[in-house]
């Protein structure tokens, strides 16, 4: 059971970094030279990981935790961290990933209904 509550903690975590980098993106990006696009890539990944971190506060309460935290969390990696990399430096680099990442927060979701 405290191997579940971790999770718990997880999402908590990660939901203070969500907010951290939606403080960030409202008003170190606003007055930036990005484009709108660049913008809306990191909105995109900042809704994505508070939503997801939410999820996170759940997992405990699903029959397998550890397959659907570790699902959400790597979703977080593969999905997020590339479209926020690309909101801040233009460049699409690891934007290969996202689909990937998009893939296991599905899973993830599929897992905390086992």
């Known amino acids: ?25 409202a ?9 709108e696009y660049q913008k809306e890539l990191y909105e995109t990944a900042n809704r994505f990981h508070l939503l997801h971190s939410l999820a996170l506060l759940a997992v405990p309460h699903s ?5 659907a935290g570790s699902l959400l969390c790597a979703g977080i990696g593969l999905f997020c961290v590339p479209l926020y ?8 680099a690891l934007n290969r990933a996202a ?10 979701w599929a897992a905390m209904a086992l």
Do not use: E
């Open 85 to 92: 990399y690309h909101g801040l430096t233009g460049d699409p």
């Open 1 to 25: 059971m405290a191997a579940a509550r971790a999770w718990a903690r997880v999402g908590a975590l990660s939901g203070a970094a969500a907010v951290g980098a939606a403080a960030f993106g």
């Open 99 to 108: 689909p990937l990442g998009g893939t296991l927060f599905i899973l993830g």
């Open 27 to 35: 008003h170190g990006l606003r007055r930036s030279d990005r484009d």
């Open 63 to 67: 029959g397998r935790p550890a397959l």
